[in-house]
């Protein structure tokens, strides 16, 4: 893969990220996810709390896309957020916390099957 491809595409995902939603009934992570994505809310609601029961990865990213994400009125929806890119270390802690809950789910599976 050409790495100027995969900086466009990296740089495309963070400029249309999703948006927190401002009337949202925690936080609006789930919403923000919702509307960008066009999917039910409910459906990304669940997807959030299945990854929560099965190892606690979806509170962490819903914890980290508390803080990661904008807000809806900061923003004009659809407009490119001006940014030149994702900070490194967030990028980095968001691929730390994927391996740690892969890990976690897989150690949890094996002790089970024992």
Same mark, same amino acid.
């Given at each position: +893969?050409?790495?100027?491809?995969?900086?466009?595409?990296l740089?495309? +995902?963070?400029?249309?990220?999703?948006? /927190? $939603? /401002?009337?949202?009934?925690?936080a609006?992570?789930?919403?923000?996810?919702?509307? /960008?994505?066009?999917v039910?809310?409910?459906?990304? /609601? $669940?997807?959030?709390?299945?990854?929560?029961?099965?190892g606690?990865?979806?509170?962490?990213?819903?914890?980290v896309?508390?803080?990661?994400?904008?807000?809806?009125?900061?923003? $004009?929806?659809?407009?490119?957020?001006?940014?030149?890119?994702?900070p490194t270390?967030v990028?980095?802690?968001?691929?730390?916390?994927?391996?740690?809950?892969?890990?976690?789910?897989?150690?949890?599976v094996?002790?089970?099957?024992?």
């Open positions: +893969m050409d790495t100027t491809t995969l900086s466009s595409q740089r495309q +995902m963070w400029e249309t990220r999703p948006l /927190r $939603a /401002r009337n949202a009934p925690i609006g992570v789930c919403t923000g996810f919702a509307r /960008r994505y066009q039910d809310v409910a459906l990304v /609601r $669940a997807a959030f709390i299945g990854a929560t029961v099965l606690g990865l979806g509170f962490v990213a819903y914890i896309g508390l803080f990661v994400l904008p807000k809806e009125s900061e923003y $004009a929806y659809g407009t490119p957020v001006q940014r030149s890119g994702p270390i990028l980095i802690i968001a691929a730390v916390l994927a391996v740690v809950g892969f890990v976690q789910v897989v150690v949890t094996f002790r089970r099957l024992r």
